[in-house]
């Protein structure tokens, strides 16, 4: 049966449709429904399906009624098994062996196989690496373009060791590097329960990241679900020894322990053993056949999972950083030039001599019983802040392949800066705002400034809640707020010195994360971000020493109550452990509390450079992918029976797995429902106190703009604006504009233009840019109507043809730059000219419309009209603002726009 355990074609449509897009409920779902039920014999097909046997059939991945003696065909890949976990728990003076879990998981080499043999686009797979130079024009020389993993460094490095390797006796094929990029992260599947999911996932780096970035594409696979420590086994180490509290250190070595046992599963069995040493055959969808060896690339975790796979003691070690032997006194360094010299002499090796480091450690605490803390076992290890952990990235052939599993945990812009370094940033600049104003004043200010930020298309949303309580945020809302932080700080300190040094620290912030997000690198930009890194541990360090040493701080209210929750319930947990535990009370004042940069998360942003350099750019191993990966995960664990939610969740992801314009430069309708008589626009005298300003000029000002635009190309003398005709007398006007651009990594981006929206401003290119480079390289306006007209031109009959053609054109009121006294700022600053001013309006072409623009008010100058009347309705200028920024970190490739020279794409 070609559709396996559907009976007919409409069970499988529909089912796939339940498995693919039931839990959505969007729209979209619903109409791929309809149109499922809209077929004559659907009602029919579908009304004697067992769907019940059907799900429990493709969980299995089995036929219905298939015996299993005989081949299955429809079901070709290879479904997940389990397997206990036992580790070896070293007491004080025994070692005892605890199963403490199942993992589920699927064989890597399975996963490879099912992907050469049956994908339908491995035409997008790279064979092979390629390097990419880029040569603006034949004066400039090449540079080098960093993006995609497969054309990295290390994967042109490791495809020519593989062809500089002897092949295997009588082997003539094409040998293939598949890279492996790994991510894990646990994850809660329900506000309401403690219950985890810990995910592993694995995609293969010779695909672009574009595709395999986007879950749609279901190019990031499923490997395993990770088994956690039992609540149960503090109780087996207590009654096996005196009782008491169980250490810290030993559940820590226990978690390590665990994931590594599970990890040496999935990469210390047979078929993966020869895959990373001889290859493995496989044939082609191009029916060439080829020899792929599996190399491990990167692994992305958050911080605390790159302690459990470094096997390292994390913030608890002398040395703190998974890839490099950095003092944890020294982390706050970053940037510097000590620092720079530290990281390239003292990087973790996973070599010879440290796995004999542990290895002795090990035997010395599971042989010679000598405990966890034991000098012993603990001093050898301690300077390197190691673990006698036997970690599962170090076991022959994965070692002898060359990978280096502390080079391969990358670096992770979402949890190290977005929610590390920015957010603890922004919280103590909200306790310099309650300690600088009366009361949570300032803070009030704060959150009202951001609440009038405009949203800016699909990446600046709308702040609606008070951002100084911080509820609920992720690194998406951290990152909204940094990009439109330095307006709302501007002038929010009465202290000028504090205020400039908190502006100059938010825009190199900016910037730094600008170009740390990048999609597409230059050797250039690669230069401009190590000189950025440098400056910003300087500007961290200057603020720490100015602001936070003038200005003392104290915990939020937040982190008052957080704190004073977490002290009763480690008291609680006490009192359950010792009935003779004291009672106390938590203080009830807020503790004095201030910026500290000795956390790794800061230290870990100086090595972006040289993670960029090795495995291409940031989004290629974004922790972000796992994030976007866990929305499957809690959609099977929504349809399971919560009972045994792993094994259930792997039953979805076999179900799931088994069924499931852009060169034209703007878009505005074509449709005819707004038409608007010119006469409304006409100078009438008879009503001169109803007169809007802009109404004097507007018909005299399209006919002169237009008339260039139907006369292009025509040697016609003597031109007369008035003879530009409108037919029937109307224009016709739309609410949106849809603007189309290339952006700096040449990919297509689009920005809407909406009227009445925020996102009504444009910029255009300055024309006086070219030859004076001192002015602003754009120009700004606000888009009052977007319009199509039919126009024709009737001065020369016989030189211009008299049919009226369709014409569109856009009608701005334009900014100008304003020349302050004070210092250039981080921002460009606007403010609107006098609107009764020549040229304060002019039409435009849509086609010189480059982007949307985010302006962002100046909030600190107030706003022009105090009373709210301003002198034109359709302006609405009433609610003008006196200045406006223009927000060049909206996004990467507004950044690049000023980046004049250094944009691929542009």
């Not at 603006?136 to 993006?147: L, V």
């Not at 109307?730 to 909406?754: A, C, N, Q, W």
């Not at 985010?854 to 909030?859: A, G, K, L, N, T």
């Amino acid at each position: 049966n070609p559709l396996g355990p559907f009976p007919n074609l409409s069970s499988f449509e529909l089912g796939e449709w339940f498995v693919n897009r039931g839990a959505q409920f969007s729209v979209q779902s619903l109409q791929c429904l309809v149109k499922l039920a809209q077929r004559p014999s659907f009602a029919q097909d579908i009304s004697n399906a067992n769907w019940p046997r059907i799900f429990r059939a493709l969980s299995e991945g089995t036929e219905i009624g298939h015996s299993p003696s005989e081949p299955d065909e429809w079901v070709d890949d290879d479904g997940w098994e389990s397997t206990p976990i036992s580790i070896s728990v070293p007491l004080s003076k025994s070692t005892t062996s605890h199963v403490t879990g199942t993992l589920y998981y699927r064989s890597i080499v399975s996963i490879l196989r099912e992907k050469v043999l049956n994908s339908s686009d491995m035409r997008l797979f790279h064979y092979e690496p390629s390097e990419v130079l880029w040569q603006p024009d034949y004066s400039t020389r090449a540079t080098r373009i960093h993006s995609e993993l497969y054309n990295s460094e290390a994967f042109l490095r490791t495809h020519q060791e593989l062809q500089d390797s002897p092949a295997p006796p009588g082997c003539k094929l094409q040998r293939v590097v598949a890279a492996l990029m790994f991510w894990s992260d646990a994850t809660h599947v329900s506000s309401f329960s403690d219950q985890k999911l810990w995910p592993g996932y694995m995609a293969f780096g010779n695909e672009s990241k574009y595709r395999r970035c986007r879950p749609s594409e279901h190019l990031c696979h499923n490997i395993a679900y990770f088994s956690d420590l039992p609540d149960g086994l503090k109780d087996l180490i207590t009654s096996k020894t005196t009782g008491g509290n169980v250490p810290d250190k030993l559940m820590h070595f226990c978690k390590q322990e665990m994931l590594h046992a599970q990890w040496k599963i999935l990469l210390d069995d047979e078929e993966f053993r020869e895959a990373v040493k001889n290859g493995i055959v496989l044939k082609c969808p191009d029916n060439e056949e080829r020899r792929f060896y599996i190399r491990i690339f990167t692994y992305s975790a958050d911080y605390q999972e790159k302690v459990l796979i470094a096997t390292i003691r994390g913030t608890n070690g002398l040395c703190p950083c998974p890839r490099c032997l950095v003092s944890k006194t020294d982390l706050s360094q970053m940037g510097t030039a000590q620092d720079l010299v530290l990281r390239e002499e003292a990087p973790r090796k996973d070599d010879g001599a440290r796995l004999a480091l542990v290895r002795t450690a090990r035997d010395k605490m599971l042989v010679d019983c000598l405990g966890l803390s034991n000098p012993a076992v603990d001093g050898p290890l301690k300077a390197q802040s190691l673990q006698p952990v036997s970690n599962a990235f170090s076991i022959p052939n994965i070692f002898a392949s060359g990978v280096d599993i502390f080079g391969a945990l990358v670096v992770d812009q979402m949890h190290e800066f977005e929610q590390g370094v920015w957010k603890d940033l922004f919280i103590h600049l909200l306790r310099v705002l309650v300690a600088s104003g009366p009361g949570e004043s300032l803070a009030h200010v704060l959150d009202r400034r951001f609440r009038l930020v405009p949203s800016f298309g699909r990446t600046i949303r709308r702040f609606s809640d008070n951002v100084s309580e911080q509820k609920r945020k992720t690194a998406r809302d951290y990152e909204d707020l940094l990009q439109c932080a330095i307006p709302v700080f501007d002038g929010i300190l009465a202290n000028e010195s504090h205020s400039a040094a908190t502006l100059s620290l938010l825009a190199v912030c900016a910037e730094w994360h600008a170009l740390a997000k990048l999609r597409m690198h230059t050797d250039d930009t690669l230069q401009l971000l190590q000189d950025t890194t440098v400056k910003l541990g300087s500007e961290f360090r200057s603020f720490l020493d100015g602001v936070c040493q003038e200005v003392a701080t104290e915990e939020l209210d937040s982190e008052k109550e957080a704190r004073e929750a977490q002290q009763k319930k480690t008291k609680a947990a006490q009192k359950t452990r010792n009935a003779k535990a004291a009672e106390s009370s938590s203080p009830a004042l807020q503790q004095g509390k201030t910026l500290s940069l000795t956390k790794p998360k800061f230290h870990f942003l100086g090595d972006y450079v040289k993670t960029i350099q090795l495995f291409g750019t940031t989004d290629n191993y974004s922790t972000e992918t796992g994030e976007l990966m866990h929305r499957s995960s809690k959609r099977w664990y929504r349809r399971s029976s919560k009972r045994n939610p792993r094994k259930e969740v792997v039953r979805h992801e076999r179900k799931g797995a088994a069924g499931r314009r852009p060169d034209i430069h703007h878009y505005i309708g074509i449709n005819e429902n707004k038409p608007i008589s010119l006469l409304s626009f006409a100078n009438r005298p008879d009503a001169s106190d109803l007169q809007d300003p802009l109404l004097k000029t507007f018909i005299h000002g399209l006919q002169a703009h237009l008339l260039t635009r139907l006369t292009q190309g025509h040697n016609i003398p003597n031109l007369d604006p008035t003879r530009v005709y409108f037919k029937n007398h109307r224009i016709f006007s739309h609410k949106i504009m849809r603007l189309k651009y290339t952006t700096y990594d040449v990919r297509r981006g689009e920005d809407v233009i909406h009227l009445n929206a925020d996102t009504c401003n444009i910029m255009v290119q300055n024309p006086k840019y070219i030859s004076d480079q001192k002015v602003p390289p754009y120009l700004y306006g606000h888009v009052l109507g977007i319009f199509h007209a039919d126009a024709n031109y009737s001065g020369e009959l016989g030189q211009v043809p008299a049919l009226p053609i369709r014409v569109e054109f856009l009608w701005v009121r334009w900014y100008e730059s304003v020349n302050n006294a004070e210092p250039k700022g981080p921002l460009e600053c606007i403010t609107f000219p006098d609107i009764t001013s020549p040229d304060s309006t002019t039409f435009i072409d849509p086609m010189s419309a480059l982007r949307a623009a985010h302006v962002i008010p100046r909030f600190s100058r107030g706003r022009k009209y105090s009373d709210g009347n301003g002198l034109s309705k359709l302006a609405k200028d009433g609610n003008e603002w006196s200045q406006y920024y223009v927000n060049r970190f909206v996004d990467r490739d507004m950044y690049m726009r000023y980046k004049i020279g250094m944009a691929v794409g542009h």
